[in-house]
Protein backbone atom coordinates (compact mmCIF):
# COMPACT_ATOMS: atom_id res chain seq x y z
CA UNK A 1 0.00 0.00 0.00
CA UNK A 2 0.82 3.71 0.07
CA UNK A 3 3.39 5.24 2.09
CA UNK A 4 3.44 8.12 3.65
CA UNK A 5 4.08 11.07 1.44
CA UNK A 6 5.11 14.74 1.57
CA UNK A 7 5.09 17.80 -0.81
CA UNK A 8 7.20 19.61 -1.62
CA UNK A 9 10.11 17.14 -1.80
CA UNK A 10 12.45 21.01 -1.78
CA UNK A 11 11.35 23.88 -1.00
CA UNK A 12 13.53 27.18 -0.92
CA UNK A 13 12.68 30.50 0.57
CA UNK A 14 13.49 34.01 1.53
CA UNK A 15 14.16 34.69 4.71
CA UNK A 16 10.55 36.20 6.42
CA UNK A 17 8.54 34.36 4.09
CA UNK A 18 6.08 31.68 5.45
CA UNK A 19 5.79 28.37 4.39
CA UNK A 20 3.52 25.30 4.46
CA UNK A 21 4.82 21.72 4.31
CA UNK A 22 2.00 18.62 3.45
CA UNK A 23 1.99 15.07 4.67
CA UNK A 24 -0.25 12.75 3.51
CA UNK A 25 -0.05 9.67 6.46
CA UNK A 26 -0.73 6.23 5.58
CA UNK A 27 -4.53 5.35 5.32
CA UNK A 28 -5.85 4.41 8.39
CA UNK A 29 -3.16 5.35 10.66
CA UNK A 30 -4.72 7.73 13.37
CA UNK A 31 -1.37 9.53 14.59
CA UNK A 32 0.60 11.35 12.96
CA UNK A 33 4.15 13.07 13.80
CA UNK A 34 6.44 15.64 12.56
CA UNK A 35 10.20 15.48 13.14
CA UNK A 36 13.01 17.67 12.00
CA UNK A 37 16.42 16.90 10.96
CA UNK A 38 19.38 18.97 10.69
CA UNK A 39 23.01 19.07 11.13
CA UNK A 40 24.43 18.71 14.69
CA UNK A 41 20.36 18.78 15.92
CA UNK A 42 19.88 15.04 15.13
CA UNK A 43 16.11 14.17 15.00
CA UNK A 44 14.10 16.17 16.95
CA UNK A 45 10.28 16.32 17.87
CA UNK A 46 7.85 19.27 17.16
CA UNK A 47 4.34 18.09 17.12
CA UNK A 48 1.65 15.16 17.18
CA UNK A 49 -1.50 14.71 16.74
CA UNK A 50 -3.51 11.48 17.91
CA UNK A 51 -7.11 11.08 16.21
CA UNK A 52 -9.40 13.75 17.95
CA UNK A 53 -6.91 15.20 21.02
CA UNK A 54 -5.48 18.09 21.57
CA UNK A 55 -2.01 18.00 20.01
CA UNK A 56 1.03 17.49 21.42
CA UNK A 57 2.84 20.64 20.54
CA UNK A 58 5.94 20.26 22.77
CA UNK A 59 8.46 20.14 20.64
CA UNK A 60 7.66 23.27 18.71
CA UNK A 61 10.63 25.84 18.77
CA UNK A 62 8.78 29.00 18.69
CA UNK A 63 5.31 30.35 18.53
CA UNK A 64 6.03 30.83 14.13
CA UNK A 65 5.49 27.15 13.69
CA UNK A 66 2.02 26.01 13.85
CA UNK A 67 0.48 22.67 12.26
CA UNK A 68 -3.00 21.39 12.10
CA UNK A 69 -4.53 18.32 11.01
CA UNK A 70 -8.15 18.37 8.66
CA UNK A 71 -10.30 15.31 9.12
CA UNK A 72 -7.84 13.33 10.91
CA UNK A 73 -6.02 12.56 7.71
CA UNK A 74 -3.71 15.52 5.92
CA UNK A 75 -1.60 17.41 8.06
CA UNK A 76 0.27 20.70 6.90
CA UNK A 77 3.39 21.98 8.93
CA UNK A 78 3.40 26.02 8.70
CA UNK A 79 6.47 28.36 9.50
CA UNK A 80 6.35 31.69 9.56
CA UNK A 81 8.81 34.58 8.91
CA UNK A 82 11.30 31.85 8.20
CA UNK A 83 14.81 32.28 9.78
CA UNK A 84 17.91 31.03 8.19
CA UNK A 85 18.06 28.40 11.32
CA UNK A 86 14.42 26.85 10.28
CA UNK A 87 16.87 24.88 7.66
CA UNK A 88 16.62 21.37 7.98
CA UNK A 89 14.72 18.26 6.36
CA UNK A 90 11.50 18.55 8.26
CA UNK A 91 10.01 14.36 8.69
CA UNK A 92 6.62 13.49 9.16
CA UNK A 93 5.32 10.17 10.36
CA UNK A 94 2.50 8.09 11.46
CA UNK A 95 1.45 4.90 13.08
CA UNK A 96 -1.47 2.65 13.69
CA UNK A 97 -2.10 4.47 17.31
CA UNK A 98 -0.39 5.68 20.49
CA UNK A 99 -0.33 3.33 23.69
CA UNK A 100 1.20 0.99 22.33
CA UNK A 101 4.65 -0.11 20.51
CA UNK A 102 3.85 1.00 17.56
CA UNK A 103 6.42 1.92 14.66
CA UNK A 104 6.20 4.62 13.21
CA UNK A 105 6.26 5.16 9.29
CA UNK A 106 8.01 7.56 8.02
CA UNK A 107 7.87 9.94 4.79
CA UNK A 108 10.47 11.19 2.73
CA UNK A 109 10.94 14.73 4.03
CA UNK A 110 10.76 18.01 2.80
CA UNK A 111 13.78 19.79 2.35
CA UNK A 112 13.85 23.55 3.58
CA UNK A 113 16.09 26.11 2.64
CA UNK A 114 15.78 29.40 3.48
CA UNK A 115 18.30 31.78 1.91
CA UNK B 1 13.21 10.87 30.87
CA UNK B 2 13.68 8.11 28.48
CA UNK B 3 17.11 8.54 26.24
CA UNK B 4 19.39 6.30 23.66
CA UNK B 5 22.86 7.39 23.37
CA UNK B 6 24.86 5.91 20.38
CA UNK B 7 28.42 6.25 20.94
CA UNK B 8 29.90 5.75 17.58
CA UNK B 9 29.49 8.28 14.96
CA UNK B 10 30.78 5.65 12.65
CA UNK B 11 31.70 2.48 11.59
CA UNK B 12 33.58 1.02 9.25
CA UNK B 13 33.86 -2.74 8.66
CA UNK B 14 34.29 -4.66 5.00
CA UNK B 15 31.77 -6.84 3.28
CA UNK B 16 30.94 -9.94 3.95
CA UNK B 17 32.47 -9.12 8.00
CA UNK B 18 29.74 -9.06 10.57
CA UNK B 19 28.75 -5.35 12.16
CA UNK B 20 27.75 -4.33 15.28
CA UNK B 21 25.83 -0.64 15.74
CA UNK B 22 25.71 -0.14 19.47
CA UNK B 23 23.26 1.96 21.33
CA UNK B 24 22.37 2.18 24.98
CA UNK B 25 19.09 3.28 27.01
CA UNK B 26 17.61 4.64 29.91
CA UNK B 27 14.31 4.91 30.50
CA UNK B 28 11.82 4.22 33.39
CA UNK B 29 9.49 1.31 33.09
CA UNK B 30 9.83 -1.42 30.41
CA UNK B 31 11.47 0.14 27.21
CA UNK B 32 9.95 -0.37 23.57
CA UNK B 33 13.50 0.43 21.49
CA UNK B 34 13.39 0.56 17.81
CA UNK B 35 16.22 0.60 14.75
CA UNK B 36 15.50 3.04 11.83
CA UNK B 37 18.16 3.15 9.13
CA UNK B 38 17.94 6.07 6.17
CA UNK B 39 20.20 6.16 3.03
CA UNK B 40 20.52 9.40 0.98
CA UNK B 41 17.87 11.43 0.72
CA UNK B 42 15.23 9.31 2.02
CA UNK B 43 13.31 9.01 4.98
CA UNK B 44 13.65 6.93 7.48
CA UNK B 45 12.87 3.34 6.92
CA UNK B 46 11.93 0.94 10.32
CA UNK B 47 14.11 -2.09 11.18
CA UNK B 48 12.91 -3.76 14.23
CA UNK B 49 11.49 -3.06 17.28
CA UNK B 50 12.12 -4.75 21.06
CA UNK B 51 8.85 -4.91 23.02
CA UNK B 52 8.97 -7.83 25.64
CA UNK B 53 10.16 -11.35 25.29
CA UNK B 54 12.86 -12.35 23.23
CA UNK B 55 16.38 -10.94 23.50
CA UNK B 56 17.33 -11.54 20.06
CA UNK B 57 14.66 -9.58 17.60
CA UNK B 58 14.91 -10.34 13.85
CA UNK B 59 14.23 -7.68 11.61
CA UNK B 60 14.39 -6.38 8.33
CA UNK B 61 17.03 -6.84 5.62
CA UNK B 62 18.99 -9.60 7.50
CA UNK B 63 19.50 -7.18 10.66
CA UNK B 64 18.86 -8.35 14.10
CA UNK B 65 18.94 -6.56 17.68
CA UNK B 66 20.28 -8.18 20.77
CA UNK B 67 18.23 -6.58 23.54
CA UNK B 68 20.25 -6.72 27.18
CA UNK B 69 18.50 -5.40 30.24
CA UNK B 70 21.44 -5.65 32.80
CA UNK B 71 23.69 -3.76 30.08
CA UNK B 72 20.52 -1.58 29.15
CA UNK B 73 21.74 -1.52 25.48
CA UNK B 74 20.33 -2.72 22.35
CA UNK B 75 22.68 -3.08 19.86
CA UNK B 76 21.86 -4.21 15.96
CA UNK B 77 23.90 -6.83 14.38
CA UNK B 78 23.90 -8.32 11.14
CA UNK B 79 26.38 -11.38 10.30
CA UNK B 80 27.50 -10.43 6.94
CA UNK B 81 27.63 -6.75 5.97
CA UNK B 82 26.87 -5.94 2.30
CA UNK B 83 27.80 -2.63 0.78
CA UNK B 84 24.29 -1.70 0.21
CA UNK B 85 23.79 -1.56 4.01
CA UNK B 86 25.91 1.84 4.24
CA UNK B 87 23.70 3.88 5.75
CA UNK B 88 22.58 6.29 8.76
CA UNK B 89 21.63 4.08 11.34
CA UNK B 90 19.43 5.33 14.40
CA UNK B 91 18.14 4.16 17.60
CA UNK B 92 15.02 5.04 19.37
CA UNK B 93 12.60 4.88 22.67
CA UNK B 94 9.29 5.50 23.30
CA UNK B 95 9.02 8.31 25.70
CA UNK B 96 5.64 7.89 28.20
CA UNK B 97 3.32 10.31 26.23
CA UNK B 98 4.30 8.07 22.35
CA UNK B 99 6.54 10.08 20.60
CA UNK B 100 10.40 8.89 19.45
CA UNK B 101 13.55 9.96 21.30
CA UNK B 102 16.63 9.03 18.67
CA UNK B 103 20.13 8.97 19.35
CA UNK B 104 22.74 10.97 17.32
CA UNK B 105 22.88 8.10 14.43
CA UNK B 106 25.99 5.96 13.48
CA UNK B 107 27.38 6.10 9.89
CA UNK B 108 27.97 2.67 8.73
CA UNK B 109 30.10 2.66 6.01
CA UNK B 110 30.62 -1.57 4.78
CA UNK B 111 33.88 -1.30 2.38
CA UNK B 112 33.87 -4.05 -0.92
Given at each position: ?19 ELRCDPISGHTALY ?82 | ?53 DNLIKGSYGFEAEF ?39 RLQVFP
Amino acid sequence: GAGVSQSPSNKVTEKGKDVELRCDPISGHTALYWYRQSLGQGLEFLIYFQGNSAPDKSGLPSDRFSAERTGGSVSTLTIQRTQQEDSAVYLCASSLGTGGPYEQYFGPGTRLTVT
Amino acid sequence: AQSVAQPEDQVNVAEGNPLTVKCTYSVSGNPYLFWYVQYPNRGLQFLLKYITGDNLIKGSYGFEAEFNKSQTSFHLKKPSALVSDSALYFCAVRDLTDKLIFGTGTRLQVFP
